[in-house]
């Protein structure tokens, strides 16, 4: 079976959970369902005892007509199974009706618990986990959680339905009875020796699921680099591949689970041969009449089938149990950003120190050590050097997206991991270097981080940014739809759209990654009046991509593999003739020529 299970390497954050605690936990989402799962319980019973009662009604009618075979007799007896039958129907409706309603609101609640959770994850967990797995567990797997809760009120009914007829039985024939129940624990053992091997497939058939859900989310994501290169076959051969190997792994699972019922049947077999012999040898021997005998092989008919139910439960249970494994793994994933405290964040003057701080992404590789620098409030500094140097880690440890290792970084001099998360971004404003837009208007992806906002704060938000002229390329204004992820704006017009979302927000620290993708010069002038907007009286930390929000800023950084080599002003670097002067020359000085000529055209 090794082939099959290539590449379903569990996840980091995966762990093993016994069935105990699996069923405890479940449990406890069940805890306030516990006045429906009582009636859900009581029907259990009823239609266990009326599902019971038919057959037992029907073998005294046998006796009965063999007695006096009168015609009201028999359509009394007939009158009495169908009635039977009916209480079964209506127990059974109840039964299920409260049934549904319960898994319904449980599975609700653990995926709001699963998604919380999932949301509340560092930026870190995104980078080692493919988007796609995780969305396999929230949808997919929770789903699969219902199995669970079905199997478990199944085999209350059936263990009800055992233990009703093997009351039954007794009544026939004691010594046959308990013959039957010593064969019982037989069945039970071949059950439970597919536990583990039952556990051991489904993980892995939800592991091969989940690696196709991230392959499709990826492929789709990235469909318009595969069309620029031609790659659609290549796609779609990594997904035939991936969805073989889901076959092969779906085949196993099944033949897994399914053998277990021909293995029962076998046991089965033997035991009725077994009583067929013992009842004949009991019936000529005059301790049991034929009557009684042939009932008795009539009614364990009826007693096998729910017993192997039962048997079989725990080889089914584990698609259940593998699901919940797979939840609660997400849930209890260890987040690696940690706050000490939960300090409240009034307001900020914007402060920003680096005390010593060492920083790394991976154990292989440091990207700041012992990095210090001081941000004065309402201060602009320009963050340059060459990819990999440590901009974007800076920019993304003040916004909290990660943890650092050691030393300290203070905003107005209180340590970061002491104040109140939450609250904290509420003052910060984040540009990213590919602004993402939600599915909606533009006035919606304006207002996203200001919810509460009016349509006349939305507006004026749009208009600080070139006098709102941005917004006569749009066909319907801030109504415009923008399509999935921005789709159907330019990258300026997403840029712009992410601005205006900021100034709306008002932050005490800006913080610009900006967009490395070319975009035309009158959309770069719109944009560059947008950025002078948000700087002005708030520290504003950029990573600097073009000459203009260089040259402007208070202070220029530059930096090489997580160091300060050069700090300055524009005129002050460029007088020292170092690595910033360098750098200008041969990418800064090249980009202005291009702005200019843009322009001439």
Same mark, same amino acid.
């Given at each position: 079976?090794?082939?099959?299970? !290539?590449?379903? /390497? ?36 009823? %239609?266990?005892?009326?599902?019971? $009662? ?17 015609? %009201? ?19 059974? =409706? ?46 997919? &797997? ?11 009120? &199944? ?20 010594? #046959? ?62 997904? /035939?591949? %991936? ?50 005998? =042939? ?13 192997? %139910? ?101 905003? &107005? ?65 801030? !109504?415009?739809?923008?399509?999935? @992820? ?17 100034? #709306?927000? !008002? ?38 991509? @073009? ?12 930096? !090489? ?10 005129? $002050? ?10 750098? =200008? ?9 291009? =702005?200019?000529?843009?322009?001439? @055209?």
């Amino acid at each position: 079976m090794g082939f099959i299970l !290539d590449g379903l /390497d569990t996840e980091a954050y995966d762990r093993n959970y016994s069935d105990r605690e699996l069923v405890i936990r479940i449990v406890g989402y069940f805890r306030p369902h516990a006045r429906q799962m009582v009636l859900v319980a009581l029907m259990l019973v009823l %239609n266990s005892a009326a599902g019971t $009662g038919g057959p037992i009604l029907i073998s005294k009618a046998i006796d009965m007509v063999a007695a006096n075979p009168a015609f %009201n007799i028999m359509l009394l007896m007939a009158g009495g199974v169908l009635l039977m039958g009916a209480a079964a129907w209506v127990f059974n =409706y109840v039964r299920q009706t409260y049934s549904a309603r319960v898994i319904g609101d449980v599975v609700l609640k653990l995926r709001e618990d699963v998604f919380e959770a999932t949301v509340g994850h560092d930026l870190s967990f995104y980078d080692e986990h493919p988007s796609g797995k995780i969305v396999s567990r929230i949808t997919s &797997d929770t789903q699969d959680f219902c199995t669970v809760v079905t199997l478990v009120m &199944d085999l209350l009914s059936q263990v009800l339905l055992v233990v009703i007829l093997a009351a039954w039985l007794c009544t026939i024939n004691l010594w #046959l009875t308990l013959l039957l129940l010593g064969m019982s624990p037989l069945a039970a053992v071949i059950a439970l020796s597919f536990r583990r091997i039952a556990r051991k497939v489904t993980q892995q058939a939800k592991r091969v699921r989940a690696k196709i859900n991230a392959q499709i989310q990826e492929s789709i994501s990235g469909i318009v680099v595969a069309k620029s290169f031609r790659q659609e076959r290549s796609i779609y051969a990594t997904f /035939d591949a %991936n969805n073989r190997q889901a076959y092969r792994m779906g085949l196993q699972r099944g033949l897994t689970l399914v053998t277990i019922f021909p293995i029962m049947g076998l046991a089965s077999g033997i035991g009725v041969a077994a009583l067929v012999y013992a009842g004949g040898l009991a019936t000529r021997s005059g301790a049991v009449s034929p009557g009684n005998w =042939y009932l008795f092989m009539q009614a364990v008919g009826f007693f096998w089938w729910p017993l192997m %139910n039962i048997s079989s439960f725990w080889s089914q249970f584990q698609d259940g149990l593998s699901a919940a494994e797979r939840v609660f793994a997400l849930i209890d994933a260890e987040p690696k950003v940690i706050q000490m405290a939960s300090e409240p964040v009034e307001r900020l003057e914007g402060r920003i120190e680096f005390c010593d701080l060492i920083f790394a992404y991976t154990d292989q590789e440091t990207v700041l050590p012992n990095f210090a620098l001081e941000i004065h409030p309402r201060e602009t500094v320009a963050l340059v050097g060459h990819t990999g140097a440590g901009k974007s880690s800076i920019a993304r440890l003040i916004a909290r997206f990660y943890e650092f290792q050691e030393g300290r970084l203070l905003v &107005d001099g209180r340590d970061i991991r002491r104040l109140d998360l939450g609250q904290y971004r509420q003052h910060i404003g984040v540009v990213p270097q590919e602004p993402f837009l939600f599915s909606g208007s533009v006035g919606d992806n304006v207002r996203y981080g200001h919810p509460e906002a009016t349509d006349e704060q939305v507006r004026r938000a749009a208009m600080r940014i070139s006098s709102g002229d941005w917004l006569a390329g749009l066909p319907d204004g801030l !109504d415009t739809d923008v399509g999935e @992820r921005g789709a159907s704006l330019s990258m300026g017009q997403r840029q712009l759209v992410a601005l205006a979302r900021v100034i #709306l927000k !008002d932050p005490a620290i800006f913080i610009l990654d900006e967009a490395t993708a070319s975009v035309d010069p009158f959309t770069e002038m719109q944009i560059q009046e947008g950025l002078e907007t948000l700087m002005r009286d708030r520290t504003a930390i950029v990573i600097a991509h @073009r000459l203009s929000t260089v040259k402007h800023a208070d202070r220029i950084i530059v930096m !090489d593999h997580g160091r300060i080599i050069e700090e300055g002003t524009h005129d $002050g670097l460029m007088a020292q003739g170092g690595h910033y002067a360098e750098l =200008y020359n041969t990418y800064f000085r090249h980009q202005s020529l291009e =702005y200019i000529e843009g322009f001439g @055209r």
